[in-house]
């Protein structure tokens, strides 16, 4: 029995790790060394069926999601919890601590804000108006 525990723990471990490179699509490799041809070191994962690359770049933490055909959809970038726009800041010191702040930008170039806080994350819009609440799924808590 603790085998059979051991093998499913590692399963699912597996499941959730970062993808090996070469799983990653030419193309979304292509289109991140084409705009991020300074970064040598950078993570892969799938989400939602898209690729996430995530790096540092001018000693920031940064993502960019890409679509299985290179497209980038959006980018992240990590920023201090200062620089979210202060009612976006109210909102979400309400909710508890800000662990983390994000500045997201699609491929359209619509600014959203993130405000991680224990459960989940806040979303707003760049004016710092609450949209949305993406709640931590139950197994990945921070």
Not at 31 to 37: D, T, V
Not at 45 to 51: L, Q
Not at 60 to 76: D, F, H, N, R, W
Request: aromatic share 8%.
């Amino acid at each position: 029995m603790k085998s059979t525990i051991k093998i499913m723990v590692a399963a699912l471990l597996c499941s959730t790790c970062a993808l090996a490179q070469k799983e990653v699509p030419a193309a979304v490799k292509a289109n991140f060394s084409k705009s991020y041809p300074a970064v040598q070191k950078v993570k892969w994962d799938r989400e939602d069926g898209k690729y996430e690359a995530s790096f540092k770049q001018n000693g920031k933490k940064m993502s960019v999601l890409y679509t299985a055909a290179g497209m980038p959809e959006e980018t992240e970038t990590a920023i201090s919890v200062a620089e979210l726009p202060a009612n976006a800041r109210a909102y979400a010191a309400g909710k508890g601590k800000i662990k983390e702040a994000a500045k997201i930008v699609s491929a359209a170039g619509v600014v959203k804000y993130e405000a991680e806080v224990k459960g989940g994350d806040l979303l707003f819009d760049a004016a710092g108006k609450f949209l949305e609440e993406k709640k931590e799924p139950a197994d990945d808590k921070r």
